[in-house]
């Protein structure tokens, strides 16, 4: 097996963490006989200082001729003045909608050793295994006109979906759950937007062909609700773009840390992965980072990419081994108990490596 | 002291936890030798059945000579095949506008009597008092252009936000936060849209009239997760609509259930005042409906309108009283113990009375 993948370090501890991610996908090659080659390239706040752009045409060039993009965080305070087509954040976002996938897959797990990092009750989270399907190329991300017009002190985003954008990432979501538990949770605001229910037809019209999998619609305000009060009812998750942007990272307490949460966007030219945390600057370069999140992206990139779905459960294997040991970065180490070690950002993608 | 008050009943539950909230105002008045008048109203669902109409020109009138608009809830899934327009909750969005209040206020109380029904840990709950304040005019809810075109199959939203819109309801944060702990957290979304930059340059520049309180800003996305995580570091929180109507229901389970939480609208004609949670049709006439949404909005009409401060907190004292003493509708009775008495919609209102 031969995959070519561009590492997108970006800003902040995206270097620290896509390191380990790449040491362990290193680790599977070797192990597996497999060939993963790597190509660096530069975007968000980094690429803005070297080379006046969030997004050079060589990252993009680069991207599009690999098989896969791991992509650590980008973001930084620097920029914070610049109007959103400036900033680093841009520079995500038009490698987003160049490499086309329209599903970013972000599962949301409790691990049982991290049941005490979590600010949910033990018995509420327990168990709790949900699979977001976020669409990610539509709604107010890209939705024009969009501007704030500085003379009469107004601004506008769009809220914009089409039917064939909302089939396609609908029809991800059904074909997952048809793997899963046969359950899919649609999330929008259908008693006060159109676009609302233009989704909520639509979703429903795309269930028809999957008979098996049930097929509920949740306003976003109960879901963002239900969601912590009842994790476990959910199986597959769908939601429009910014919906999902704000209830994956709600999720994230339910494993505990941000920092543990992996994802991978499918259905585009190449396949974009990114954990699902931020570039976190005031802890980069402090070891603090936890870099869980990046190696389960990596795990997905084997699953998703290269088809090597026992090596992908290998590597998350190998997460929960070291989680079950004790071993804990700062993120994850809330309820501290006796028979827990506290590591760095290189000792726990190390303990991962062994562990494997 | 006279008030002259519509009472909007709606639909579902709305009539009967209204019903108690317009007890407990009543035995207020008796008490202290107010004259509190009530003028009854349709809206919503109800208002459709009987005029065709969600919010007829009869209730506006009504509503716009009164001292004060309480609201019970709207919504039947009767309903949901129409278009937004056509809905019950046009009728309250039409009202919200009607009456200019453009502050929607929110408490988020633990209560230390109920923290087992909270699905968080105790440890995370306690002493939480958060008030959001929720722009209620602006945003997706109210955007132009809108519309679902059935043809080309597409359909938008429209965020919008001037300036002026967000100074006036930034005043009332900053306002109120300079009585209670000096700290106002503003959410939006300014690493992607544009409206949210307009949103954080306005909050900023109104911060510089209020010295002695301290400015937050979050993104929604990572507000979400931190209001989980650690909701004891917020006091105000102020955000654009739509954030605003996720965020609240979010932060409802520090209380434990949505029942619990009342809302008051502020800063237009006449105010208005709601419970946070919807005509829950399911539990409609079963008496498992929680009044105390309702009996603590009650307590903010004798706030905002009345100016009885003492007879405001006597009410909130009555109501923390009943939750001592372990009385629980259903939805508060998660976390079971031995000393606690199920109730009914209409004891929960009685024993709030008693206690009184
Ligand atoms: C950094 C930001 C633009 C991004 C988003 O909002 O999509 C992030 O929050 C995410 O969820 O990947
Ligand atoms: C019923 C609905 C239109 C309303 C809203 O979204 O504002 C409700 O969710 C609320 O929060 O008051």
Redesign the interface.
């Known amino acids: 097996m031969r995959l070519k993948i561009a590492v997108l370090a970006g800003d902040g501890i995206g270097p620290e963490v896509t390191h380990q991610a790449t040491n362990i996908l290193r680790a599977v090659a070797e192990l597996g006989g497999h060939e993963f080659t790597f190509v660096e390239g530069l975007i968000g706040g980094i690429a803005i200082t070297e080379t006046g752009s969030p997004l050079p045409t060589a990252t993009l060039d680069a991207a599009l001729e690999c098989d896969a993009v791991l992509l650590g965080a980008v ?1 930084d305070n620097k920029f ?1 003045a610049l ?2 087509d400036k ?1 680093p ?1 841009a520079g995500l ?1 038009q490698i987003r909608q160049a490499l086309g996938g329209f599903a970013n897959l972000r599962p949301s797990i409790a691990y049982t050793a991290l049941s005490e990092s979590s ?3 033990p018995e ?1 989270t327990k168990d709790v295994d949900i699979l977001f399907v976020r669409e990610l190329l539509g709604g ?2 890209f ?1 024009a006109p ?3 017009d500085r003379e ?13 954008e909302i089939v396609r990432v609908a029809r991800v979501a059904f074909e997952l759950a048809s793997k899963r538990r046969q359950k899919v949770t649609s999330v929008d ?7 609302s ?3 909520r037809a639509t979703v429903t019209e795309v269930s028809k062909d999957y008979p098996s999998v049930t097929l509920e619609h949740q306003l ?3 879901m ?2 239900h969601i ?2 009842i994790p476990r009812n959910f199986d597959v998750v769908l939601t429009e773009n ?1 919906f999902g ?6 999720a ?2 339910i494993t505990g840390s ?1 920092g543990m949460l992996p994802s991978a966007t499918i259905g585009g030219a190449v396949n974009l992965y990114e954990p699902v945390h ?1 570039s976190a600057p005031d802890i980069a370069g402090t070891g603090k980072a936890n870099p869980l999140g990046a190696i389960l992206t990596a795990a997905m990139i084997l699953r998703h990419s290269a088809n090597l779905e026992q090596d992908a459960r290998a590597v998350e294997l190998a997460v929960n081994k070291v989680l079950d040991a004790g071993y804990r970065t700062a993120d994850i180490a809330r309820g501290q108990q006796p028979g827990q070690t506290p590591v760095s950002t290189e000792e726990m993608g190390k303990l991962v490596h062994q562990a494997l």
Chains 1, 2 share one sequence.
């Open positions: 973001g914070n109007p959103p900033r954040e976002l600010p949910l009750r509420v107010l991300y939705g969009r501007w704030w009469s002190n107004e601004a506008i985003n769009t809220m914009r979906y089409t039917r064939d605001k259908a008693n006060v937007l159109e676009v229910q233009l989704w976003v305000d109960s963002a609700m912590m009060n910014l942007d704000i209830l994956s990272d709600e994230g307490v941000l931020g």
